[in-house]
């Protein structure tokens, strides 16, 4: 047990850090780190199961610092307990080029950081999906080998943010009583008191959402821990709502919007020295406390160790599976599967929808990988993301692998970049193209973050007919096609489909997208071919020397393209059609060979039922598009096509137009 006064030194040490590290860099955010340093020091020196030596391990405890702005206190823990990523120099490097101690927590600039947050609500619902991950692999792998908490700490501004009731009424609802969360009760936001724009009740809230709520003195450290413990009896997930001063131990400025975003300033500093009778110079911890803090960073390495213990006793064939899992590897039969399907698709030339030809290509995938984690934001008929293999996960059972997330898109994307996060798993999920806008700073934050998340996104078009302009995507594919690190899918047809889904589950440090059809597809793909096209962006599906007119286009509108080539073909003018499943993947391609595919045809047309932009890449800007340039409408999707000029008549004729 610590004493209050061996405490309140240790808090301290935060604190000073914390306004120091800002102070020095004249940017940043001090008032959560010292208004907070009592709930971090009684979490981390009592409660949170962590080892800074192996920071990594698959079984420790989760701290997600939700309120992101407040990194220096995530900072200052990680120095203190001992983190190698976490020097002096690195806190007094604070908000510099290049430093690991950025302007908000960014995962993999250092051990001991969970996620990537800054965006407010992302975090609270990153750790839902850590919870959700935790609970899942402690019913696959039994609790010898996974068990542990998610603590997280939210301002009032994650709590404010809309993504957080999606995230909360999803963990009340699956009972993830694992999961923790601190709300910094502090009733200061940026423009001034909460009370400014906010009269919610957030314990009715939650309890309404099915967690349990518990009020204590954010200065209280035994009332903190008592509530801790009180959590970890609880059968919900658990809000500790802790009333804290913002800036705490500043005499002017504590309790105000002053301390919130902004330097203290070297005046205000001094009287805070003083008043918490903290004698040390800047970026100077005394030596009693630093050890202090150093031994609470080795509290969990018995426990770690008991855990190896327990993974070397494990059946081998468990362990190799847990082990792989958490590596991030894939199985190494999951090729001859693939190559299997692609196969039988080449015999049967089947014509499905690409989002069956997805489910279809899911059969295959799920049956070889157990780690794949299906859902569905309440689309699961018209997603096709569940297989035989998934069952559904429900309150009470978990040995499912099909999450039903509800009409949550927002939720859905940031929970599975948590699971992701987590580790040991790889989420995918389905929704609607045009609702990847409500995805997007989730999506955003997958690529950011460099992780494997798989968002299958049907109704890519106006091809999804009658539902009309709202839900027909127009610029969704440019628009994620915009985010650097993310790879956006639109396959042609079934073996386009499987290609595109092994090149997602492949890519480890980058999130996919895989935009797909409503409606049915002829078969472009043909013959059987081991390589995997698709990994090239863009290839020649039908080849023609010294053409005059090359046509490029991905997805539904390939099968108008080859039907064009056939006309023009016949007309005696000689035609390529280039499939582009990918343009990330194809700029990353040589030089010499994104050149030979773009070529030097005269005539260059792309055709896609989206905007423009993007494609100039490949047909420069004299080049024809046929697609959209206007919102959609609604009727048979047969009629849009027409209405709308996206047919092979209209590429024929804008071919010969432009040759003359």
């Not at 213990?309 to 081998?316: F, G, I, M, P, V």
């Not at 080449?346 to 995938?365: F, H, Q």
């Not at 998934?390 to 859905?412: A, L, N, V």
């Amino acid at each position: 047990m610590i004493s209050r006064e061996k405490h309140d030194r240790m808090a301290n040490a935060i604190r000073f850090l914390s306004m120091d590290a800002v102070e020095k860099a004249n940017s940043g955010h001090p008032g959560l780190p010292m208004g907070a340093a009592d709930i971090a020091t009684v979490l981390f020196t009592r409660f949170l199961s962590f080892d800074p030596k192996t920071p990594h391990w698959p079984n420790r405890d989760r701290f997600v610092l939700s309120a992101g702005h407040g990194s220096m206190l995530l900072y200052s823990l990680l120095y203190l307990t001992g983190y190698e990523d976490i020097t002096i120099d690195e806190i007094k490097n604070f908000r510099q080029l290049g430093a690991k101690t950025a302007g908000h927590p960014e995962y993999g600039h250092a051990a001991g950081i969970e996620t990537t947050t800054g965006p407010l609500g992302q975090g609270i619902a990153n750790a839902v999906g850590m919870a959700l991950a935790e609970r899942k692999l402690r019913d696959e792998f039994g609790s010898d080998l996974m068990e542990h908490y998610t603590y997280a700490l939210v301002g009032d501004g994650c709590l404010m943010e809309g993504i957080s009731q999606e995230a909360i009424s999803l963990a009340g609802h699956l009972k993830l009583n694992k999961l923790i969360v601190f709300w910094d009760d502090n009733n200061i936001s940026i423009d001034g008191p909460i009370s400014m724009a906010d009269s919610t009740d957030q314990h009715a809230r939650f309890r309404a959402s099915q967690w349990h709520t518990i009020a204590v003195d954010g200065h209280d450290p035994d009332a903190i821990a008592a509530a801790i413990e009180e959590a970890h009896k609880s059968d919900k997930p658990t809000m500790i709502a802790c009333k804290t001063t913002i800036g705490f131990g500043a005499p002017n400025k504590a309790g105000t919007h002053k301390v919130h975003g902004s330097p203290l300033g070297a005046e205000e500093i001094a009287a805070t020295r003083k008043a918490l009778n903290w004698e040390s110079e800047a970026f100077v911890v005394p030596s009693d406390v630093l050890d202090a803090w150093r031994l609470a960073g080795l509290r969990s390495a018995k426990a770690h160790k008991e855990w190896e213990a327990r993974l070397d006793k494990t059946d081998a064939e468990k362990k190799a599976q847990f082990v792989r899992r958490f590596a991030g590897d894939l199985e190494g039969s999951l090729d001859s599967a693939i190559a299997a399907y692609k196969k039988k698709l080449a015999e049967t030339k089947p014509n499905p929808a690409t989002r069956k030809a997805s489910e279809d290509a899911l059969e295959v995938i799920n049956g070889v990988l157990s780690e794949t984690l299906g859902g569905s934001a309440d689309l699961t008929g018209s997603n096709n993301t569940k297989t035989s293999q998934t069952k559904s996960i429900t309150p009470t059972d978990f040995s499912g692998r099909y999450i039903h997330y509800g009409i949550r898109e927002h939720g859905m994307a940031a929970a599975m970049n948590g699971i992701a996060l987590h580790g040991g798993l790889i989420p995918y999920s389905g929704g609607f193209l045009i609702f990847s806008d409500y995805c997007r700073p989730s999506i955003r934050l997958a690529a950011l973050m460099g992780i494997r998340v798989i968002h299958v996104l049907t109704h890519d078009s106006i091809g999804l007919g009658e539902d009309g302009p709202t839900h027909q995507p127009v610029e969704q594919m440019a628009a994620l096609r915009a985010i650097p690190n993310l790879l956006m899918f639109r396959p042609a047809d079934a073996t386009e489909t499987a290609e595109c889904w092994q090149l997602a589950l492949e890519s480890h440090n980058r999130p996919s997208g895989l935009a797909l059809t409503r409606q049915n597809l002829m078969p472009v793909r043909l013959e059987y071919e081991e390589e995997n096209l698709c990994a090239r962006g863009a290839y020649d599906l039908v080849s023609a020397s010294d053409a005059q007119v090359t046509i490029f286009a991905s997805g539904s509108e390939i099968e108008i393209a080859v039907k064009a080539e056939q006309t023009l073909t016949a007309k005696g003018i000689s035609t390529r059609v280039v499939s582009v499943p990918c343009f990330e993947l194809f700029a990353e391609q040589p030089e010499a060979y994104q050149k030979a595919v773009i070529g030097n045809s005269p005539v260059k047309i792309a055709v896609e039922a989206g905007i423009r932009q993007g494609w100039d890449h490949f047909i420069g800007s004299d080049g024809i598009f046929i697609g959209m340039s206007s919102f959609g409408a609604s009727g048979p999707y047969k009629e849009l096509y027409k209405h709308f000029g996206i047919t092979p008549e209209a590429v024929v004729a804008a071919a010969e137009a432009k040759l003359g």
